[in-house]
């Protein structure tokens, strides 16, 4: 399993900040990472429906960023593999490395 770390706004828009991966590459997190966003859409969606027709739930507003066809791109993220910056979406990655991912975006 590798070992992911989300931080900054990355860890707002995707729903979590740490999670474990099968994955042979990087690129292969981001795909795991965006199966589990797809899935957490529809269990949204399951969950809106169901505070509709039970007024004892209260609805709450969905989180747009987590629309399916948003899926998490290498891009999207500033990568590390063990501390050290990876530039490459095809770098291999082995059991228990670590994989940071930090918003391209920075604050002041």
Same mark, same amino acid.
């Given at each position: 399993?590798?070992?992911?770390?989300?931080?900054?706004?990355?860890?707002?828009?995707? /729903?979590?900040?740490?999670?474990?991966?099968?994955?042979?590459?990087?690129?292969?997190?981001?795909?795991?990472?965006?199966?589990?966003?797809?899935?957490?859409?529809?269990?949204?969606?399951?969950?809106?429906?169901?505070?509709?027709?039970?007024?004892?739930?209260?609805?709450?507003?969905?989180?747009?960023?987590?629309?399916?066809?948003?899926?998490?791109?290498?891009?999207?993220?500033?990568?590390?593999?063990?501390?050290?910056?990876?530039?490459?979406?095809?770098?291999?990655?082995?059991? /228990?490395?670590?994989?940071?991912?930090?918003?391209?975006?920075?604050?002041?």
């Amino acid at each position: 399993m590798t070992k992911v770390k989300i931080f900054g706004v990355l860890r707002t828009t995707i /729903g979590f900040g740490y999670l474990e991966v099968e994955a042979k590459t990087v690129m292969g997190v981001f795909e795991e990472i965006s199966k589990i966003m797809e899935k957490g859409y529809y269990e949204d969606l399951k969950k809106q429906e169901e505070a509709k027709n039970n007024p004892e739930i209260k609805p709450r507003k969905r989180n747009e960023a987590l629309n399916p066809h948003k899926n998490l791109k290498f891009g999207d993220a500033i990568v590390y593999v063990n501390g050290e910056r990876c530039m490459r979406k095809g770098k291999k990655i082995a059991d /228990g490395d670590e994989i940071w991912l930090l918003s391209p975006a920075a604050g002041g």
